[in-house]
């Protein structure tokens, strides 16, 4: 059983990210399955630190995006969802050429949708795990 609640593909998601952060940095949307969505982000000079991993804070702009993405797709239509909050563990460096998140939820209610990101390298190693807290909220009319 399929759970997102909003009938679309990844050809309808990915114009949204023209002209963000996540267009800056490279990521691409690559997977959308029944109750996942996968993305890359490359590891290159927008998303590295000095010593030529990945940073941090790209990591968890990878996260907050598939994240986000996931806990819409959760949410019935005439709602949306921002972010409440997010952590990010980084178990091991995420090195050239890029890493690869998978967004699942873990919780979806009424006023909140949770999301679990794990991120791997290019060997499929396990670079960051993340979670994404949201607050569900009615579209303005």
């Not at 679309?8 to 997977?31: A, C, F, N, Q, Y």
Request: hydrophobic share 40%.
């Amino acid at each position: 059983m399929a759970i997102w609640k909003k009938n679309v593909t990844l050809d309808d998601i990915r114009p949204l990210m023209k002209d963000t952060l996540s267009e800056h940095v490279g990521m691409e949307l690559t997977e959308l399955g029944d109750d996942f969505l996968k993305g890359t982000l490359p590891v290159d000079n927008r998303t590295r630190q000095h010593m030529g991993i990945i940073h941090g804070g790209a990591s968890v702009v990878l996260a907050e995006t598939l994240g986000s993405v996931v806990g819409n797709l959760c949410t019935p239509h005439g709602f949306h969802i921002v972010g409440l909050d997010i952590n990010a563990n980084h178990v091991r460096p995420g090195r050239p050429p890029y890493v690869t998140g998978i967004a699942r939820p873990l919780h979806i209610g009424r006023t909140t949708v949770v999301v679990e990101i794990n991120i791997y390298d290019a060997d499929d190693k396990l670079v960051c795990v993340s979670r994404l807290t949201t607050a569900v909220l009615p579209d303005k009319t």
